[in-house]
């Protein structure tokens, strides 16, 4: 799923208030605060006691956490001093603890490489469901671990499960370097290089092949100058330095562009992205696909199959990146994220959310659970909300304190 990015905002108080939770008064006006909810049936948010929760919960996480990203069942906390913590069902082998028994666990530390240690200096995380778990380090080598069933932990190796963090390879022997970020999704992972290309192994549906695995880390043809990724399922979004979209992975409206069953497996531009419509923040989801623009709208394509893109007055899906109707004088939208998700989440530059779709489960955090939900605002006392992290039926966001909180001595 798509990396939570830490944004910085200037909150200026909520303007729906839910109810806050029990026994954290006192915390919640600590940074790097998590709040969690949504189906929770293996207490994949955090936040204590396995159930669902239909409005945000404070976790048990510790303060200080700069990253999230939701598995589906399980999640994972990057911390400012540079450990990963994950936590939830053990499918797959994807908490990294060194077991392969599909057992669940509260917050713990990620193994080491080789399963020695903890792993430490993780500047970035991505998951997707319950395959391969990716991360990349300060000295830009990446590491995976969980399910290799298409070659995506990418060191070449044919085992069914690796239960602890390995380096990613070019050639056997040869780490890759100069990573900068990583997005992971259906058996794949590509990797955003520091100097603007990209890298990918697994599954990989952008290199021409509808088909087929790819063992090692291997650059993908036709990319260049990108600034983000964004992946779920096969289908992959790059945004470009100069706002423009590519597209690529699968036969489909998510696409955003026409093709061939040629071109759809190779980058090629959405349409209307570009220098005078500028992408500033790209999100795909299951079947929806969002875009955010440098002047604040937000754009919506792909299939309807959660009611994500029914804002826009459509039942079916849409192939053309469509704007979301919005009020005039609504906070501007700073961040958005749909990632495998039946609902879209919009973070606003008050520290609120602006959230649509399909409820299942609570996920809409609106305290009701279930239902469709039309643009809801939705917020969380004396925070900010700063980033999302969504799978499936479980949701994940880090906050701040907001302005008029009150600070501890």
């Avoid at 699968?250 to 071109?263: D, F, I, K, W």
């Amino acid at each position: 799923m798509m990396r939570y990015k830490l944004l910085l905002v200037a909150a200026a108080g909520a303007s729906v208030a839910l109810g806050a939770t029990p026994g954290h008064a006192a915390e919640d006006s600590q940074p790097g605060a998590a709040y969690g909810w949504g189906a929770n049936q293996f207490g994949q948010t955090a936040a204590g006691a396995a159930g669902q929760y239909n409005s945000p919960q404070r976790t048990v996480l510790p303060d200080g956490v700069v990253q999230l990203q939701s598995g589906g069942r399980a999640g994972y906390a990057r911390t400012a001093d540079g450990r990963l913590l994950s936590w939830g069902l053990n499918l797959n082998s994807v908490l990294g603890n060194g077991s392969t028994a599909a057992s669940t666990r509260s917050a713990a530390p990620v193994l080491g490489i080789g399963g020695v240690g903890t792993l430490t200096d993780v500047v970035d995380v991505s998951v997707h469901m319950e395959t391969a778990v990716a991360a990349v380090l300060a000295d830009g080598t990446v590491v995976a671990w969980g399910p290799n069933g298409n070659r995506q932990l990418g060191d070449g190796s044919t085992a069914a499960v690796r239960a602890y963090p390995e380096r990613v390879l070019t050639a056997p022997g040869a780490p890759l370097t100069g990573a900068v970020d990583v997005e992971s999704g259906t058996d794949v992972t590509y990797a955003l290089m520091a100097d603007g290309t990209v890298t990918a192994w697994g599954a990989v549906k952008c290199d021409g092949a509808v088909a087929g695995a790819t063992p090692f880390a291997t650059p993908v043809a036709g990319l260049a100058d990108i600034r983000q990724i964004a992946v779920s399922g096969g289908v992959a979004l790059f945004r470009r330095a100069d706002g423009a979209v590519l597209s690529c992975g699968g036969e489909a409206r998510a696409l955003g562009r026409p093709y061939s069953s040629v071109s759809a497996f190779v980058p090629g531009p959405v349409i209307g992205f570009g220098p005078d419509r500028r992408a500033v923040d790209i999100s795909a989801g299951s079947a929806a696909m969002t875009a955010l623009t440098a002047d604040g709208r937000v754009y919506l394509w792909g299939e309807n199959t959660h009611q994500q893109l029914t804002p826009l007055g459509v039942a079916g899906g849409i192939a053309v990146p469509t704007e979301l109707p919005r009020p005039a004088g609504e906070p501007a939208i700073v961040d958005v994220e749909n990632d495998n998700s039946p609902i879209v989440y919009a973070v606003r530059a008050d520290g609120s959310l602006l959230v649509w779709g399909s409820n299942q489960f609570g996920m809409a955090g609106t305290g009701a659970g279930s239902g469709i939900v039309s643009p809801t605002v939705v917020t969380v006392p004396g925070r900010a909300i700063v980033g999302i992290a969504a799978a499936n039926w479980d949701v994940l966001a880090v906050t701040a304190a907001s302005p008029d909180s009150a600070m501890p001595a």
